[in-house]
């Protein structure tokens, strides 16, 4: 998908940047030492609406396992990427749903921190995908809440604008070094910002340990862009 330019033509509409990428056309490894290695720190951009997203979040807690990894989780938006486009309707109400989580999730970080948003983005991200539970309802936000012992008042706040201010910050701190050519998952690693993994199932164990050596080695190289293949199976919930 090409970048947007200000032009007076009417676009014809687009299916928008969506999780995972388009929606259409679309380490080193632990050793056995007495002195365990600095954890090497990997920032990780999701939108909760995202099941990509979910699947590489879930893949990175599973790397913490195996590899002196720590995870910072950051919140960008697919409905602030997507804003000015021309889209189907049918995905731009998929972007107005979007914005409650996201801003909840502004929310929970800027009143409890890091830990407490890692929490409600699993219980979210729970609900929203292995459950099913629907996207957007102020319902669904709220139970998240209450079952974290969480101010359950995030959830009408998040139906607002207070903490757009916020959202876009944290959003353009995770996409401006990437770009806007993709969706989301994206990560920060080895001082360079890049889209994906995009998996499906997540591995585990020692399986996602050496995905992320093999991530990590490539991103160390300098002028490494972009790997990809067309999909052939959608999210698989474990």
């Not at 000015?84 to 801003?103: F, H, K, S, T």
């Not at 921190?113 to 102020?138: V, W």
């Not at 916020?166 to 920060?188: E, N, Q």
């Amino acid at each position: 998908m090409r970048r947007p330019v200000a032009t007076a033509m009417r676009r014809p509409a687009r299916r928008g940047h969506l999780c995972g990428g388009l929606r259409a056309g679309s380490v080193e490894a632990m050793t056995d030492t007495a002195t365990p290695a600095r954890p090497q720190t990997v920032g990780f951009w999701f939108d909760p609406l995202c099941p990509w997203a979910w699947m590489a979040s879930r893949w990175m807690l599973e790397v913490e396992r195996v590899r002196p990894v720590h995870t910072e989780f950051h919140v960008m938006s697919l409905s602030v990427l997507n804003e000015g486009r021309d889209l189907d309707p049918d995905y731009q109400a998929e972007m107005d749903r979007g914005w409650i989580g996201v801003r909840a999730a502004i929310g929970v970080e800027q009143a409890y921190g890091q830990d407490a948003l890692r929490a409600f983005y699993t219980e979210l991200g729970t609900r929203y995908h292995p459950r099913g539970e629907t996207k957007g309802d102020i319902r669904v936000v709220r139970d998240a809440l209450a079952a974290l012992d969480l101010d359950t008042s995030i959830a009408e706040k998040a139906t607002t604008d207070i903490w757009d201010e916020a959202l876009r910050a944290s959003h353009h701190a995770g996409m401006d070094p990437v770009g806007t050519d993709v969706g989301t998952p994206v990560i920060h690693i080895n001082g360079k910002a890049m889209f994906g993994p995009v998996i499906s199932p997540a591995p585990r164990g020692e399986e996602a340990g050496r995905l992320f050596d093999g991530v990590s080695l490539m991103t160390a190289y300098d002028g490494f862009f972009e790997l990809k293949r067309t999909r052939t199976i959608g999210p698989v919930f474990e």
